[in-house]
C-alpha cells in the first residue's frame, strides 16, 4: 500500500469551469487539470510528450486541451488528437499519449488518483453532511509550508490550542480533561470528557449554560482529520480538513465547517467564515516555524501522554511511507488525563 493508492483533491468543482486549467501538484507530480467533452474533470501529467512545455499553460477548446508551444491536442484520454504542423494528414496512434490519471468528483470536490488502478477499498472520503437538509458548509483553503503528518496532527492537537489560538478558541484555564484514544484499521479516535467550558469566543452561543458537550476528534488514512462537537439540539459542527501533499514541505489543506445551529445557521455563516480563516491562519504560521526547524535539525519528537493521538497518527503514515497496510497495526486504546 502506498500514499499514491488513496484520492486527493484538486479542486473545488465549482473552480474548474469549462475551458480553464488548473495547475496542480500532487505527491510531487505535476498535473493539468480541465474538463473533457462530456463535462468530467481530466487530471494530465503536466508535460507535453512533443518537446516538454506545460500543457497548463494551454487552452481547452471543445474539450481537448492545446499545448502552448507548438498546438499539439490532448483530448480527455490524454491522447493526441492534433499536430498543427502536420495538418490534415495527422493520423492519430496510441504511442502519442499524454500520462493520465483517474479523476471523480464527489461533495463538490474534484479528486485525482495517481495509481495505475484506483483502489475500491479506498474511495474518497464523504464529508460529514455536505449539503444535508439544515447543515451550511464553509470551504477554506489554505496552504501549509509543512508536511502532512504534521498538518493532520495540528488539526486534532488540544494542548496548542490555548498558546496559538488563545482568546478565539481556548484559554488557559488548567482545566483537567479526560479522553479515550483508539486506533484502529487504519483510523484514530479521540473521544473527550469532561469538556464544559472553554469555547473561546463561541462559547456563549454554543454552550450558554456550559453543560457537558461531545466532542471527539478522528483520524482516517491517510490524510483526513474530523472534528466534532454536538452542544444539545441545533449546535452541532464538524471540522474536516483534507491535507493534499505537494511536496514533503507543502500541504493544500481544504477544510470545511459543516454546521446545523438551527435557524441561526444562515447568521452563523460569515461569523463561521471568519473564524475558521483566523484559526487557520494562526497555524499556518506555527506549521511554518516547526517545518524550519525540522529541516535543519530532522524531525526528533518527544513525547508525554497527551500526545497519544499524534504517536498514533505517526504510527499509521510511517507504516503507510514503508509500503506496508496500517490497518495491520494492533489495535491499542489508551485512556489519557491532560490539562488545558
Ligand atoms: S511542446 Fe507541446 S506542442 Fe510542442
Ligand atoms: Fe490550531
Redesign the pocket.
Known sequence: MQFDNFWYVVAQSEHLKARQVLSRQVLGEWLAIFRGRDGQPVALQDR??????R?SY?KVHQGGL???????VYNECGQVVS?PSEGGQFQHCDRLRAKYYYTCEQDGYIYVCLAEQPDTQFPPFPMPFYQAQNWHTVRVIHRFQNDVTNCAENFIDIPHTTSVHPGIFRNSYGQKLEMTVTRKQGTVVAEYRNETTNLGWWQRFLNPRSVKFYHSDRFYMPNITSVEYKFGINRHLFITSQSVPETDSSTLVYTDVTFDYGIWSWLATPFVWWTAKRIIGQDVQILKIQQEVIAKYGRRFSHTPADTIHVFVESIRDTLAKGEDPRLLPEKTVEVTFWA
Request: proline residues 6%; charged residues 5%.
Open positions: 507535453c510528450i512533443h518537446r516538454n512545455s500543457l494551454g492545446t499545448c502552448p508551444y507548438h498546438g499539439w499536430v
